[in-house]
Every structure is written in C-alpha cells, then in structure tokens.
C-alpha cells in the first residue's frame, strides 16, 4: 500500500494528526506516516512523496545507500539523534543559504531522511518542498517594510510561483502598517489599502499605494467593482473571516484571495474544510505563520499552473 510521510509546521504536530486521521499509521514528532498517496494538509510543513524503509547495516552503509540514490538529502530526526547526525554528516552538505526573493528556487532534488530504527532509514527522494524541512528562509529587508508581515507574501509568492503583476489592482485590507502593501508596490502593482490607523510613511508616500481610513469589513463588495486580488491579514475569527469571504464571492468582482486564517482555541477542522471547498483554492501553513494558516484562492486554472510549473 503507497504511503506518505507528512512534517508537521513547528508546534501543530497534534493539529497534523488529526487533520489526517485514520489514515495515520505512525507517528514519530515532527513527522507523521500516513497510508495513501501524498496529500496537501495545511498543517504540514513538508511531504515526503516517495518515502521507503532502507535497511542498514552501519553509518557509512547508510550513507552510501542514499548517495547511491541521489546527491542532497536532508536529515529529519525523529529518534537515535546521534546516529542519524553521524550519517547525515557523511553525505554531500546542502547549501543553506538565504533564499532571496525574487530569484529562483533550487531545482537539484531535495531528498529527506531519518533514522526511524537503530538499523532502518526512512527515506524519501523526493518532497513537495525545495527547502530542507520545508522552512523558507529569506534574506531579509530590514531597511523598507514596516513590519515583518511582509515576509509571509514573499514566501507565498515563491511558493506558488505566482504573482501580482505590474498594473493589477489590489485591495490590502486591514494593511497598516504596511507590510504588504509595501510587498504588492514592490511588484509594481496598484494597492488601495483600508485600516483605521495610517500606514507608514515610506509606504504611504509610494504612487502606487492609496489609504482609506475605515473599516476592512467596511467596504460591500458589490461597490468595490473589478478587483484583481483581494489580501486581508486582518485578526478575527475564522468563522467571521468565512462569512466575509463568502459574500465577496457571491457579489463581488474579485477573483483571487490571500487571506489569513487566525487559528482560535481548538482548531475547528469542519470549518476549515469549507475552507478547502472554495473552488481554486488552497489552504496551507507557511513557515512565516505563527498560529494561524494562509488561504490562497486563485482565477480558474492558475493554481494548477503554479503547481506544474
């Protein structure tokens, strides 16, 4: 029977777990083995896509055994720590330098292991993500944004591969004090920005961005027109934050949302799941979330060319 081998984002192994349920065979923190043919939870920060149980007879055994099959792999502990330290320190080291944004990600093949026995690696060459252990690391902008938000729309963008082009229209609610709306300028976008408190003054002083004070769940979407993307960071419920987007889909013009979804108490997994429902859409933790997950909806087939691309 195939199966996969999920990592789970920092400190939501248990939200992992139950996400993906009867299907779970094996858990060892961070990581959870589950039958079936990989999927995307939200709270998995990596999937193993094509993991298999390597016997060993030593160290250096080990790590032949993984060169043979490709050069990078990254070390996942799960257990014996030592051990798989002592292994992964006799493979080909993996550069980890800050990714810069804009640029391409790395495109040699990114394998995961962990020693899951004294004797048995578990190992996968492939991953859904190009990163070791699926965690973006960027470097930094410490100069222009105004706060560290807008590191979340860079690692969405890169993930995706998609983008906000120069000239589409975005409405950045809720945006002071302007992470990103500084991100989407950048892009060379138009942003019109909605929050009761001003954004900052570098930001507010870009010719593509435009403030109005007022409320982010102030404004009808059947007065908002053509929009091309809708980005909202705002803290609320979740429940609310479904309601809000279900009315702009009905009556709004928009067609594509990034949204935050800001976890409250225990993770309700039904409402998360109409979530999922929305056509065109994602739902997934990125490693610049805290307690919280990102909903990506895109135009009809542009999630799917992202994915291929």
Known sequence: MPFAVYHAAPGLLAEL???????VTAVRD?????????????FAANVWTDPAFLPMDSIGQAAKTLKAIQRNWSVVPSGHFRRATLVADKLPKVAARPLVFGQPLPHAPLGAFTLWEENLLLA??????????GAYRFAEDRDGPPSRAYLKLWELFTRLRFAPSPGQLCLDMGGSPGGWSFVLAGLGARVFCIDKAPLARNVAADP?????QGSAFGL???????????????????DRLFDWLSRWLELGECRRFVLTVKLQGETDFALLDRFRAVPDSR????????????????????????DND
């Open 30 to 42: 961070p990581l959870v083995v589950a039958d079936g043919p990989p999927r995307r939870p939200a």
């Open 220 to 238: 009808d979407p059947r007065h908002a027109g053509a929009v091309d993307w809708l980005f909202s960071d705002v803290i609320c419920y979740p």
């Open 17 to 23: 777990v139950a996400e993906l349920g009867d299907a």
């Open 208 to 212: 593509l961005v435009s403030w109005c």
């Open 283 to 306: 739902l997934l933790h990125l490693s610049h979330n805290k307690h919280e997950l990102t909903f990506v909806r895109l135009a009809a087939g542009e999630l799917l060319a992202a």
């Open 124 to 133: 996968s060459p492939t991953t859904s993500e190009p990163v070791p252990d």
